[in-house]
């Protein structure tokens, strides 16, 4: 976990929330709560940094969202004793559907109607933002970002991202430690295949490689610097690396364009990105 212990990643990314939002003189927070990994480790996260009463949760379940997950987002607000509110989008997604029938002569691409969700939710969140004072906490990871695995204007919006220097393992591993001090993640989130939820039976690995494959490459590219040439020459499958490299190359645009996030290493995505680093 970019060379330093959960507990120690934990502790730095509790005091980084803290300390952007002392600067910002805000104290309270919003975040999307969908049942995975990621969300529910910000969640936890944001809690410990400012507070149980400064935190809100918004469950937002699409046509596509399980019952698990929705389960699992309300398990783990009871446990942590946070205030959630639950905004199903499905008659808004049909009412943009039909809205744009005549426009795209009813062919609308599938990627089209995922994009759109999560534009969605982040409409509903930035509201809730605006209407109480709150700011928005992004729950991208490392992983994805490095992919381009997320929706400009979508899931990744927001005022700070807290995770986005920790890859998908990582936040794995902060999850078990967080569940180590006191059992409010589900097991469930723990266990399940990680999925975006935006259309039936998604998966992560239908569109990137496996996390325990891509994790470490992602690493060597990003904080080794190892070259991909070098990475085949150690025996990386040549497909493997120029996928992952295209993805990369092909995303950039969209970290040109992501909110401020806490830097825990010494390597973000792109050197510009503006950073709030974590001490």
Same mark, same amino acid.
């Given at each position: 976990?970019?060379?330093?212990?959960?507990?120690?990643?934990?502790?730095?990314?509790?005091?980084?929330?803290?300390?952007?939002?002392?600067?910002?003189?805000?104290?309270?927070?919003?975040?999307?709560?969908?049942?995975?990994?990621?969300?529910?480790v910000v969640?936890?996260?944001?809690?410990?940094?400012?507070?149980?009463?400064?935190?809100?949760?918004?469950?937002?379940?699409?046509?596509?969202?399980?019952?698990?997950?929705?389960?699992?987002?309300?398990?783990?607000?009871?446990?942590?004793?946070?205030?959630?509110?639950?905004?199903?989008?499905?008659?808004? /997604?049909?009412? $943009?559907?039909?809205?744009?029938?005549? %426009?795209?002569?009813?062919?609308? &691409?599938? =990627?089209?109607?995922?994009? !759109?969700?999560?534009?969605?939710?982040?409409?509903?969140?930035?509201?809730?933002?605006?209407?109480?004072?709150?700011?928005?906490?992004?729950?991208?990871?490392?992983?994805?970002?490095?992919?381009?695995?997320?929706?400009?204007?979508?899931?990744?919006?927001?005022?700070?991202?807290?995770?986005?220097?920790?890859?998908?393992?990582?936040?794995?591993?902060?999850?078990?430690?967080?569940?180590?001090?006191?059992?409010?993640?589900?097991?469930?989130?723990?266990?399940?295949e990680p999925?975006?939820?935006?259309?039936?039976?998604?998966?992560?690995?239908?569109? /990137?490689?496996? $996390?325990?494959?891509?994790?470490?490459? %992602?690493?060597?590219l990003i904080? &080794?610097? =190892?070259?991909?040439?070098? !990475?085949?020459?150690?025996?990386?499958?040549?497909?493997?690396?120029?996928?992952?490299?295209?993805?990369?190359?092909?995303?950039?645009?969209?970290?040109?364009?992501?909110?401020?996030?806490?830097?825990?290493?010494?390597?973000?995505?792109?050197?510009?990105?503006?950073?709030?680093?974590?001490?």
């Amino acid at each position: 976990m970019l060379g330093q212990k959960a507990d120690v990643v934990y502790g730095l990314l509790v005091k980084g929330i803290t300390g952007f939002f002392h600067e910002q003189g805000k104290e309270r927070a919003v975040l999307g709560l969908s049942g995975g990994i990621d969300s529910a480790v910000v969640l936890c996260l944001a809690v410990e940094a400012l507070g149980r009463e400064n935190v809100h949760a918004l469950l937002m379940p699409s046509p596509f969202s399980t019952l698990h997950s929705v389960a699992d987002a309300v398990e783990l607000s009871d446990n942590l004793n946070v205030g959630y509110s639950i905004v199903p989008i499905e008659g808004i /997604l049909n009412r $943009y559907i039909k809205e744009m029938d005549e %426009l795209f002569c009813t062919d609308i &691409k599938d =990627i089209t109607q995922e994009n !759109l969700q999560a534009r969605i939710r982040a409409n509903i969140l930035m509201a809730y933002a605006n209407n109480t004072g709150a700011l928005l906490l992004n729950t991208s990871n490392k992983s994805e970002l490095a992919m381009g695995y997320g929706t400009l204007y979508g899931d990744l919006c927001g005022a700070l991202m807290v995770i986005a220097d920790l890859y998908k393992l990582d936040v794995y591993e902060l999850a078990h430690y967080i569940n180590s001090i006191n059992k409010v993640i589900p097991k469930s989130t723990l266990t399940k295949e990680p999925s975006a939820e935006l259309r039936i039976d998604q998966k992560d690995s239908d569109t /990137l490689p496996e $996390y325990a494959v891509l994790d470490p490459i %992602l690493h060597s590219l990003i904080e &080794k610097g =190892i070259s991909p040439q070098e !990475l085949i020459g150690n025996g990386k499958e040549r497909v493997l690396i120029d996928r992952i490299v295209k993805l990369m190359k092909s995303s950039e645009f969209k970290v040109h364009q992501l909110p401020p996030m806490l830097q825990l290493g010494d390597y973000p995505l792109l050197p510009h990105i503006k950073c709030f680093k974590c001490k």
